[in-house]
C-alpha cells in the first residue's frame, strides 16, 4: 500500500474533484402514458427512440446511468484536433507482446503524415533489450529515424510470462540503427527530459502497455531537466493520458494485471484527465489481414503480424486494442466514440478493475458509437497507408 500524499509531497493532494452528482431518472413508461394523446407523446417518443438507437452499444449495467447527457470533456476543444493544430504524441509501447503495439505505431506515423499529430518520443516500459531497436525499425520505415526512444532500465518483475515475438526479428530483417536497449536512454528521465521543454499543457500521453513507466514518472524528484517532482512536471505539461487498459464495466485486463501497483496509483493520482479504452473496444474491432495484401514485404509492422502466434490463421486479423487509444488521441470523440465519465476507473492491487459511481473523478473509458466494421475500416485505411517521408 502507498499513501498518495507521502511522496508527492507537493501541497496539490486533493486532486480528486468530488462533486455532487444527481443521477436522473429516464421518463419513464407511466409519464408516457399520461401523454399519450398530446403532442408532446410524440416528440417524446422520438426522443426516446433516438436515446435508445445511442445507448444500444452500451455494456447492459451501464445503461441505467444516462451519464451521455453530460457535456463530453473534449467538446470545447475540438479546433484543437485539426490538421493545423497536431498532437503533440508521446507513445509508451509494449511492443513485441501483441501485434497491436506494431499497429499502433503505423496509426502514430499517418496521423504525423496528415499533420495531425506531432510525435515526440516512444518509449518502452519492458526489459526486454530489442523494444527499443523495434521501435527504431518502424520509426525508420516512416521515414523518422530520429525520433528519440527511451527504455526501461529498472528491475520490476513483471506479473505474468513476456514474450518476444517480433523484436528480435524485426531488428535482424529491417533498417535502424539503434542496436541494443542499452543504448537507448532511459525512459523516465527522457519523460523528464521532453516534458520540461514543451509548452503547457499540451503533451498527449498515448499508452498501449503496463503502467510501469507512468507510475514511476511520478514518484520522480526534480533533476537537471526540470525543478519539479514528477507529478508536478505531468500536471504542468500533459493535457491527456489516453491509454488501452482495463474493462468496463469491470475486468482483470493484462497491461493492469502484470503491474498492477503502477496501474493502481496512476488511476488514484495521475494528475491531468485520463481516457480508458477498455478491453472490450479492441476485442470487436479486427485489422491486419489487409497489411499482407496491401503492403510490401518491406513493411515492418506487416513482419511483426505475419511473426505474431495469435493471428487468426485464417482470417488473418488480430483484435485491435492498441490502435483505439491512438484514435482516441489524434481525433478525439468524433463520431466514434460516447464517453462514460460519470465515476471512476477503482483498480485493486490484483488488478482486477471495475467502473465506481460514488466519486466523480476526470477519468472516462470510450464507448464504441459506430459499428465495430466502420471503425475497423478506419483503422484498417490508416495501418496500410504507404508512408509519406522517404526513408533516409
Ligand atoms: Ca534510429
Ligand atoms: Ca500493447
Known amino acids: 500500500m502507498f499513501k498518495t ?18 443521477i436522473k431518472k429516464r421518463t419513464t413508461t407511466s409519464t408516457c402514458m399520461k401523454l399519450t394523446y398530446n403532442i408532446s407523446f410524440a416528440l417524446l417518443a422520438i426522443t426516446f427512440f433516438v436515446l435508445t438507437i445511442s445507448f444500444s452499444q452500451a455494456p447492459d449495467s451501464l445503461k441505467e446511468y444516462p451519464a451521455y447527457n453530460k457535456k463530453l470533456p473534449f467538446q470545447s476543444e475540438r479546433n484543437s484536433y485539426k490538421k ?19 499497429a499502433v505505431m503505423a496509426l502514430m506515423h499517418k496521423f504525423a503524415d496528415n499533420g495531425e499529430a506531432e510525435i515526440l518520443a516512444t518509449m518502452f516500459p519492458m526489459q526486454d533489450p530489442m523494444g527499443a531497436p523495434a521501435m527504431d525499425v518502424i520509426n525508420t520505415y ?3 529515424p530520429n525520433i528519440p526512444i527511451g527504455t526501461y532500465k529498472g528491475n520490476y518483475q513483471y506479473i505474468g510470462k513476456l514474450y518476444d515475438h517480433y523484436n528480435t526479428k524485426l531488428a535482424i530483417n529491417f533498417p535502424h540503427d539503434l542496436k541494443h536497449g542499452n ?20 503533451v498527449v500521453i498515448v499508452a498501449v502497455g503496463p503502467e510501469r513507466l507512468l507510475g514511476d514518472l511520478l514518484k520522480t ?10 507529478w508536478d512536471l505531468v500536471k504542468k505539461k500533459v493535457k491527456l493520458l489516453s491509454l488501452m487498459g482495463a474493462g468496463f464495466p469491470k475486468d482483470q485486463e493484462w497491461n493492469i494485471k502484470i503491474a498492477p501497483d503502477a496501474a493502481k496509483l496512476v488511476a488514484e493520482t495521475w494528475p491531468t484527465p485520463i481516457v480508458y479504452s477498455g478491453n ?6 479486427r485489422t491486419g489481414s489487409r497489411l499482407l495484401t496491401e503492403t510490401p514485404e518491406t513493411n515492418p509492422v506487416r513482419a511483426s503480424f505475419e511473426n505474431h502466434p495469435f493471428v487468426d490463421k485464417v482470417t ?15 481525433r478525439g470523440p468524433s463520431d466514434i466514440w460516447t464517453l462514460e465519465n460519470n465515476g471512476y476507473n477503482f483498480i485493486d492491487e490484483t488488478g ?7 466519486t466523480d473523478k476526470d477519468h472516462s473509458f470510450l464507448i464504441l458509437k459506430k459499428s465495430a466494421s466502420e471503425v475497423q475500416k478506419i483503422i484498417e485505411d490508416l495501418m496500410v497507408a504507404p508512408p509519406a517521408l522517404k526513408k533516409r
Open 221 to 230: 524528484g526534480p533533476d537537471t531537466y526540470s525543478k519539479l517532482s514528477g
Open 142 to 144: 516512416y521515414g523518422r
Open 352 to 358: 482486477k478493475n471495475e467502473w465506481r459511481r460514488d
Open 5 to 22: 500524499n507521502v511522496f508527492l509531497g507537493t501541497g496539490s493532494h486533493n486532486f480528486v474533484d468530488i462533486k455532487d452528482k444527481k
Open 183 to 202: 543504448d537507448a536512454p532511459d525512459a523516465i528521465a527522457l519523460y523528464r527530459k521532453i516534458l520540461a521543454n514543451q509548452k503547457d499543457k499540451s
Open 84 to 102: 493545423n493544430n497536431p498532437v503533440k504524441i508521446i507513445l509508451d509501447s509494449d511492443i513485441g507482446q501483441d501485434c497491436d503495439d506494431a
Open 280 to 285: 472490450e473496444i479492441g476485442k470487436a474491432i
Open 316 to 330: 488473418k486479423d488480430r483484435q485491435s486494442w492498441d490502435q483505439t487509444a491512438m484514435l482516441f488521441a489524434i
